[in-house]
């Protein structure tokens, strides 16, 4: 079980509706015009923040002990964000689209 | 007893070293298990991104209603299983067996709504002329591909994790289990809310018209 004292389940019902709140201004942003590559990093920032919110609290690895923290996110994110190296060659495969 | 018959032979009594991260390894192995199905997701994720810019002709097809109301509805339902699987891993921690059991069908019954109404948009979906290679507004095709294969994956995974509830309650009811094993299962059920979490703003509000 978990090393550190949690909160009440009074606080938990919070992160819900923080988790509930960022969904519906993720929704009310879609309906804004905004440029498709603003919507996209807003909707990102925001899932990202839902998600750190979720593993930390819901999943409660902020009561654990920090090394399976430090073990298990910093390379998850690494992992994610090497994946970026396709980005290039999408853009190289739309410009070779557009000339056809 | 020797080590080796202490750590070999007396089954899952058996003295090994203390965990560095002081959990249960079931606990370590479903996080691991997360860990590399989070790159999954991710792959998948980073593959329709890779679709949709280099394609010309992407098209965004989602009305507001029903489809995004639709999205909006499931979203909420996986939000508050999450928030019962909580509530349920802490009554089994508590030792209120008959509370653990009521949080884990309310879990059970959100996470078979949010697959009834995910397939049941996939049926309207079909039935509009969607398919894995076809797009009836005649735009990319890669469309859906991408949605149905990164939907259906998610789908998967609630349908299985639904199961798992099931196996895991029926288990805790009869004392084979116990609330660590709840708790692991509970790992996994937040984990299929993350990433939903991505699923809904990438997959329905990026391709909203």
Same mark, same amino acid.
Request: contains cysteine; hydrophobic residues 55%; neutral net charge.
């Given at each position: 079980?978990?090393?550190?004292?949690?909160?009440?389940?009074?606080?938990?019902?919070?992160?819900?509706?923080?988790?509930?709140?960022?969904?519906?201004?993720?929704?009310?942003?879609?309906?804004?015009?905004?440029?498709?590559?603003?919507?996209?990093?807003?909707?990102?920032?925001?899932?990202?923040?839902?998600?750190?919110?979720?593993?930390?609290?819901?999943?409660?690895?902020?009561?654990?002990?920090?090394?399976?923290?430090?073990?298990?996110?910093?390379?998850?994110?690494?992992?994610?964000?090497?994946?970026?190296?396709?980005?290039?060659?999408?853009?190289?495969?739309?410009?070779?689209?557009?000339?056809? | 007893?020797?080590?080796?018959?202490?750590?070999?032979?007396?089954?899952?009594?058996?003295?090994?070293?203390?965990?560095?991260?002081?959990?249960?390894?079931?606990?370590?192995?479903?996080?691991?298990?997360?860990?590399?199905?989070?790159?999954?997701?991710?792959?998948?994720?980073?593959?329709?991104?890779?679709?949709?810019?280099?394609?010309?002709?992407?098209?965004?097809?989602?009305?507001?209603?029903?489809?995004?109301?639709?999205?909006?509805?499931?979203?909420?339902?996986?939000?508050?299983?999450?928030?019962?699987?909580?509530? !349920?891993?802490?009554?089994? +921690?508590?030792?209120? @067996?008959?509370?653990?059991?009521? $949080?884990?069908? /309310? &879990?059970?019954?959100? %996470?078979?709504?949010? !697959?009834?109404?995910?397939? +049941?948009?996939?049926? @309207?979906?079909?039935?509009?002329? $969607?398919?894995? /290679? &076809?797009?009836?507004? %005649?735009?990319?095709?890669?469309?859906?591909?991408?949605?149905?294969?990164?939907?259906?994956?998610?789908?998967?995974?609630?349908?299985?994790?639904?199961?798992?509830?099931?196996?895991?309650?029926?288990?805790?009811?009869?004392?084979?289990?116990?609330?660590?094993?709840?708790?692991?299962?509970?790992?996994?059920?937040?984990?299929?809310?993350?990433?939903?979490?991505?699923?809904?703003?990438?997959?329905?509000?990026?391709?909203?018209?």
């Amino acid at each position: 079980m978990s090393s550190n004292q949690e909160p009440g389940m009074g606080f938990f019902v919070v992160i819900w509706l923080g988790l509930v709140i960022i969904a519906g201004i993720e929704v009310f942003l879609t309906y804004q015009h905004l440029p498709v590559r603003t919507l996209l990093f807003s909707c990102l920032i925001l899932s990202f923040i839902e998600a750190g919110l979720a593993v930390m609290y819901m999943m409660h690895l902020k009561y654990e002990r920090k090394s399976l923290f430090w073990s298990l996110i910093p390379y998850t994110i690494f992992v994610l964000f090497m994946m970026d190296h396709v980005w290039p060659d999408a853009f190289r495969v739309a410009r070779m689209s557009l000339l056809k | 007893m020797s080590e080796s018959e202490l750590t070999m032979g007396a089954g899952h009594e058996a003295l090994l070293e203390a965990s560095p991260y002081g959990i249960q390894s079931k606990k370590l192995a479903m996080w691991l298990f997360i860990i590399s199905d989070s790159a999954t997701f991710g792959a998948m994720l980073f593959a329709y991104g890779y679709t949709r810019i280099g394609s010309h002709n992407w098209v965004a097809p989602f009305e507001f209603w029903p489809t995004i109301v639709n999205a909006m509805v499931m979203t909420l339902v996986l939000l508050t299983s999450s928030l019962t699987m909580l509530a !349920a891993v802490r009554a089994a +921690r508590d030792g209120q @067996k008959s509370s653990a059991n009521k $949080w884990l069908a /309310f &879990t059970m019954i959100l %996470g078979t709504i949010f !697959a009834i109404l995910h397939i +049941r948009e996939w049926s @309207k979906m079909f039935g509009e002329g $969607w398919g894995m /290679f &076809t797009n009836p507004t %005649g735009g990319a095709v890669q469309f859906g591909a991408a949605f149905f294969s990164v939907t259906g994956l998610h789908l998967l995974h609630v349908i299985s994790g639904v199961i798992a509830l099931l196996v895991i309650t029926l288990g805790f009811n009869r004392g084979r289990f116990d609330a660590n094993h709840v708790e692991t299962t509970g790992l996994y059920w937040h984990f299929v809310d993350v990433v939903w979490m991505f699923v809904f703003p990438l997959m329905y509000l990026l391709n909203a018209r």
